[in-house]
């Protein structure tokens, strides 16, 4: 007979999952709702409180389509996807840390020559981007692919905006023999996550902004080593403190330096004033 | 700047929160974002189990409408709605213990006289359940309402069950000058949770069923005390210690004693075999 008292409940929740086929899933849920009991049990949860977070998830829910993942939205503002992404890209040896991946990564981007530009729509100031990627030990990795996107001058995704050319701003790299990248993309700016639902309201409650820093998202992957999902920030973004999804990491802000000389403008390819950023990324040997 | 890093992530949610304007709500999000870190710590979280995890709370919402609310029913399976309930529950001087609420109340059931029964369709086997409603200092409580509810034979609520005549085996009572009550209802059966949706899929995974052990919702109220929301469960039922939603507590478990002679049928306005319940609710004064 099982004495759901105030005392005895949490127990009696873990027994009932004592059978679960599964230990990995029996370890997550036994952990999961022990956290949940002791956060319920340290604020005195009320019954309208509970009512509140019942009906928050179930707008969550209805929220939820195609083109909108809002649960996604949640953990991002939380921390948790960075928190997990953490977890799981502990780093050795000085490689490049890693950053939230987000939803508007598309497969398929052009491989580009060296150099070239992912702006389609020549709106926005261009930056040139160029270093090298290299291994945890200092060997250039020749061949390695980056995978580059970011909004456009006015903060939206090319899949948010009807205005820009498909795949705008998007575009894959390869290092050459000695591990070198160069390409043109557009000075970033900062942007705010979709906040017209649930999460918004949340952000809006707790006195928080939906702003992210302004940023360049790559995806850096090569034979042999541990790909890395991260991003380049702008140093002197006002919103590097204050990321609405806790993305920003030290060693990833980085000086976008302004160039006003023609000559060097054209060796790039690019038009006056134009941004110069030099970053080198460290790539950690598979299977270590 | 933030540097989100596994050490720091934490400390950078909960510094984003510090000028909420609603200092319950600050408190609350600040427990809940601790405890959740707290988890994801604890198992190391993968990526994939994460994506899991955002998967389950997007079907769970999908699950949701006008009829079914998948996320209490998630509440109950771990715990939760309980753990809350007997938080915001907690006796003093022997008062009658409380439990789940249930989705499957409804306003507006008939008042009727003592001893009436709440059957409109004559199924199942009677029960006469009477005693007596008493203040916590033994006082009985005239005029107290009891707002009784509990399932057909089939398993079934009257609104889940189109063969069932509108508001079957629902019905209010008052007690006596004395404070007593008695009305007859029906031995109570067993029966499943919605499991078609997946939080039947997430019982499944951890090796539990989906059933209640047996019982009779009861709401007490009258003026001048707390109102309670309890059940009677029906003792030796197979599902006494491993209720889906942990809803049993000892001091509601009752014998549901068999009587067979047919004058004492006739007595209650019952056919034989009946059983026969004796309980007395006590409740608190309000305001103490």
Chains 1, 2 share one sequence.
């Not at 497969?107 to 389609?120: D, F, V």
């Not at 000075?187 to 705010?192: E, F, G, I, L, T």
């Not at 809006?204 to 995806?219: M, N, Q, S, V, W």
């Amino acid at each position: 007979m099982s004495n759901n008292t105030e005392e005895q409940i949490t127990q009696n929740v873990l027994n009932s999952m004592a059978q679960a086929p599964n230990p990995r899933l029996k370890k997550v849920m036994n952990s999961l709702i022990s956290h949940l009991h002791d956060f319920i049990r340290e604020v005195e949860l009320t019954q309208e409180e509970w009512a509140l977070g019942v009906q928050f998830l179930t707008r969550t829910g209805e929220m939820c389509d195609e083109k909108r993942q809002e649960f996604i939205l949640l953990s991002d503002i939380t921390g948790v996807t960075m928190l997990v992404d953490a977890i799981n890209h502990r780093l050795t040896d000085g490689a490049t840390e890693s950053t939230i991946f987000g939803p508007f990564y598309r497969e398929g981007a052009q491989e580009l020559p060296m150099g070239a530009t992912i702006s389609k729509d020549g709106r926005g100031e261009p930056v040139v981007v160029t270093g090298q990627v290299l291994s945890t030990d200092g060997t250039p990795i020749p061949g390695a692919l980056l995978d580059v996107w970011e909004t456009d001058e006015n903060g939206l995704y090319e899949q948010q905006d009807p205005e820009q050319p498909d795949m705008n701003l998007r575009g894959k790299f390869r290092t050459d023999s000695e591990g070198r990248y160069s390409f043109v993309g557009i000075k970033p700016v900062s942007y705010a996550i979709p906040d017209d639902g649930p999460v918004g309201q949340l952000l809006r409650a707790l006195g928080r902004h939906p702003f992210r820093p302004a940023h360049i998202h790559l995806l850096i992957s090569a034979d042999g080593f541990v790909p890395v999902t991260t991003h380049l920030f702008v140093k002197g973004d006002p919103y590097l403190d204050s990321d609405a999804v806790f993305g920003t990491k030290n060693s990833l802000v980085v000086d976008f330096i302004q160039h006003d000389a023609e000559e060097e403008a054209a060796h790039y390819n690019v038009t006056v004033p134009f941004y110069k950023v030099e970053y080198d990324f460290i790539l950690n040997p598979a299977g270590k």
